[in-house]
């Protein structure tokens, strides 16, 4: 599995560039294997830092700089689009920052990427853009370079569970799981294998990559055996509402485990997610799934139609 062991920061405002660098340092980057490479100006005044490679540069960073840096290995930051387009362009990790008060053509003009040609008249790809970099450190860049290389993140670690996003090479015992007796009764089945296959991949390339959450696998972290699904995701008759969900194998029922894993989702949409409530929909007669909600401190708040089925909605507010 790729490791990354550069940050590379390259065109960003002097006081984003600093909270960038202070908060990597904060967070020990450097003590973890991962070496801080600062292309500015205003890292002048940290140069002297054993922790931070400077690199003054009085334009952008170029093609022949940025190929000094392994490409699988690094991830590139910055506000300038020509600098993205180059990192891009070798196919390394990317985290663009939106200057404010500035539209995209006038970006581009300043980067000296700006065509008439409606189709090159756009923003680079970056894998992910910021608005602002007081809050970002070495936890979510690394977020940004798995995202780059398709490698799943891992959400929640819990005493017993492993809370991480789904990947193809767990579809067959997702299988198995949804073979379990009784698991389909209240939860819509998969799909015939090579139908959910496809779902699958789009939802991973889709769903994390836009929303960076959804529905998520639970693994056991002892054996690292699939027992489970938990997550959040939008449900359109909960008008954008967040909605809680899982499923837990039937081996592993009656241990806690769901108790575990909901407890510490719902603790997480409250602290990263920035939720201030969470909906779950229980099916009539599902006397189990309701008494479960009351428990986790759900309360009740009337009914919902989903498709033929009557609903009833259960909100837990944080």
Known sequence: MLNLHYIIIGDLQGRQHS?????????????KGVKIVSFAENGERIKERADLEYHAETETVSRNRLENFPAQKSIFISGNYKELQ???GLGMATLGYLLPDKSARELQEISGEYK?????NSCPNTDMWAEGFDEI???????????????????????????KEF???YLDELFELYAGEGMTDYIEPLYPYEQEKEYQEAY?????????????????KQTG?????????????????????????????RQGYATEVCKAILEYAKKELMQSSVCCLIEKDNAVSEHFAEKLGFLQEGTVVVGEKQMKKYIYVF
């Open 167 to 169: 990947s193809m090479d």
């Open 19 to 31: 909270y960038l660098e202070q908060n990597l340092i904060a967070d020990e980057a450097g003590k």
């Open 116 to 120: 008439e040609n409606r189709k090159e």
């Open 86 to 88: 180059t990192a891009i």
């Open 137 to 163: 450190g070495l936890e979510f860049l690394i977020h940004v370079y798995e995202r780059h290389h398709g490698i799943p993140w891992t959400i929640l670690t819990t005493e017993r569970c492993v809370i």
């Open 204 to 220: 991973i390339k889709y769903m994390y990559g836009f929303y960076g959450y959804g529905m998520w696998i639970v693994c056991e």
């Open 225 to 253: 055996k699939l027992i489970g699904r938990a997550g959040v995701e939008h449900r359109e008759e909960l008008d954008g509402e967040l909605e809680l969900g899982y499923a837990i194998s039937v081996p592993y029922q």
